[in-house]
């Protein structure tokens, strides 16, 4: 009988992904095994685009590609390279009918005319952050197809409310990797260990704190925002909360996930109904902060019940620990917006 210091050098590494997948099949909703091969070959990819980041300084794919994206942003390299990735791995796994990305201007039609899911994804948010090596994200939404299988896919398919989701998450790349997934029970996160290439749940049932002491904007645009946000952002200032803002949603959103907090994108005048976008941003952290307990809207408007109706729509957001999120709402419409 081993001793108890034995035990203790041989400890299970406990459940992969694709266990705790497996295992939850039958949860999920019209569970027949495809949603589970599509959340795989997202993980696939995201262990590729890992390598790639982490390897960026050595081999000259750091910086600008030289073109601009879909929304006149400009690329980075590894914007095009995690595409390229995520868009190969969900096109030849074969569970996705139709494709959205930040990356692209149309949506991608795969030729897998018979699967029943169509994925919105952000394929590296934040990445104007990977040249001084902060962390980054990758975010994925996953809905079932309106049309029938067996079509063509349409925009029907793909412009649809962030409530119809049936699986979201997203993948930190920071000083560890970690995928945060929700299929609609609750949010669990897996750590990557990456001498074995696998993830493993390392946070069963995430829950957010119902309030923080953490706000994270760019208050550098504070002279941009609503008289109610900059109200809001005085009741921070005056309460002493910390003001922390990475630039980068997926770290500040995982950041708040842990401690309690709330990240807002209000509008501005550069972007006038805000910067996230609605596909790509807003639905899929809007779903994980919901599952674990918190809340994210547009100030006025659940961010789950926006009928999308262009697919780079943008919308205002804050996200996070429910009673701060609802005391910002409470604030924002309380005044009358300068750009009304
Ligand atoms: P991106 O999709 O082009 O990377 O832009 C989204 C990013 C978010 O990660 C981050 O929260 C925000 O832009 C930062 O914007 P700003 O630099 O205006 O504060
Ligand atoms: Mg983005």
Same mark, same amino acid.
């Given at each position: 009988?081993?001793?108890?210091?034995?035990?203790?050098?041989?400890?299970?590494?406990?459940?992969?992904?694709?266990?705790?997948?497996?295992?939850?099949?039958?949860?999920?909703?019209?569970?027949?095994?495809?949603?589970?091969?599509?959340?795989?070959?997202?993980?696939?990819?995201?262990?590729?685009?890992?390598r790639e980041i982490?390897?960026?300084?050595?081999?000259?794919?750091?910086?600008?590609?030289?073109?601009?994206?879909?929304?006149?942003?400009?690329?980075?390299?590894?914007?095009?390279?995690?595409?390229?990735?995520?868009?190969?791995?969900?096109?030849?796994?074969?569970?996705?009918?139709?494709?959205?990305?930040?990356?692209?201007?149309?949506m991608v039609i795969?030729?897998?005319?018979?699967?029943?899911?169509?994925?919105?994804?952000?394929?590296?948010?934040?990445?104007?952050?990977?040249? *001084?090596? *902060?962390?980054?994200?990758?975010?994925?939404?996953?809905?079932?197809?309106?049309?029938?299988?067996?079509?063509?896919?349409?925009?029907?398919? *793909?412009?649809?409310?962030?409530?119809?989701?049936?699986?979201?998450?997203?993948?930190?790349?920071?000083?560890?990797?970690?995928?945060?997934?929700?299929?609609?029970?609750?949010?669990?996160?897996?750590?990557?260990?990456?001498?074995?290439?696998?993830?493993?749940?390392?946070?069963?049932?995430?829950?957010?704190?119902?309030?923080?002491?953490?706000?994270?904007?760019?208050?550098?645009?504070?002279?941009?925002?609503?008289?109610?946000?900059?109200?809001?952002?005085?009741?921070?200032?005056?309460?002493?909360?910390?003001?922390?803002?990475?630039?980068?949603?997926?770290?500040?959103?995982?950041?708040?996930?842990?401690?309690?907090?709330?990240?807002?994108?209000?509008?501005?005048?550069?972007?006038?109904?805000?910067?996230?976008?609605?596909?790509?941003?807003?639905?899929?952290?809007?779903?994980?902060?919901?599952?674990?307990?918190?809340?994210?809207?547009?100030?006025?408007?659940?961010?789950?019940?926006?009928?999308?109706?262009?697919?780079?729509?943008?919308?205002?957001?804050?996200?996070?620990?429910?009673?701060?999120?609802?005391?910002?709402?409470?604030?924002?419409?309380?005044?009358?917006?300068?750009?009304?």
């Amino acid at each position: 009988m081993a001793d108890k210091n034995f035990e203790k050098l041989i400890l299970p590494m406990g459940t992969t992904l694709d266990r705790f997948i497996m295992r939850n099949q039958a949860h999920f909703p019209y569970a027949t095994g495809e949603l589970s091969q599509l959340l795989r070959d997202i993980a696939l990819a995201s262990k590729i685009v890992n390598r790639e980041i982490n390897r960026a300084g050595l081999i000259n794919i750091a910086g600008s590609y030289g073109s601009n994206n879909a929304h006149g942003e400009e690329q980075q390299k590894l914007d095009v390279v995690a595409n390229v990735r995520f868009s190969r791995a969900l096109r030849n796994g074969g569970e996705a009918c139709a494709i959205i990305s930040e990356e692209d201007d149309d949506m991608v039609i795969t030729g897998n005319n018979a699967s029943k899911y169509v994925v919105a994804i952000d394929p590296l948010d934040g990445s104007s952050n990977i040249d *001084v090596n *902060v962390a980054v994200g990758t975010i994925f939404s996953i809905y079932r197809r309106r049309t029938p299988v067996n079509t063509t896919p349409t925009m029907e398919d *793909v412009l649809q409310a962030g409530r119809w989701q049936v699986a979201a998450g997203y993948i930190l790349y920071g000083s560890s990797t970690m995928l945060v997934l929700t299929t609609g029970k609750g949010v669990h996160g897996f750590t990557y260990e990456p001498s074995l290439g696998e993830y493993y749940l390392s946070h069963p049932d995430m829950r957010i704190p119902e309030t923080g002491t953490i706000y994270s904007v760019n208050e550098g645009l504070l002279p941009d925002f609503e008289p109610g946000v900059q109200r809001y952002l005085e009741y921070c200032r005056a309460k002493r909360y910390s003001g922390r803002y990475i630039g980068s949603f997926v770290a500040d959103f995982h950041r708040n996930l842990f401690k309690g907090g709330i990240f807002m994108y209000p509008a501005t005048a550069k972007h006038p109904t805000g910067k996230l976008r609605i596909m790509y941003e807003c639905n899929p952290l809007a779903f994980l902060a919901e599952q674990a307990g918190g809340k994210a809207t547009t100030g006025t408007e659940r961010i789950l019940e926006i009928q999308p109706t262009s697919l780079h729509q943008r919308v205002p957001l804050y996200i996070g620990s429910r009673q701060m999120v609802e005391h910002a709402e409470a604030l924002l419409q309380a005044e009358v917006p300068v750009r009304a």
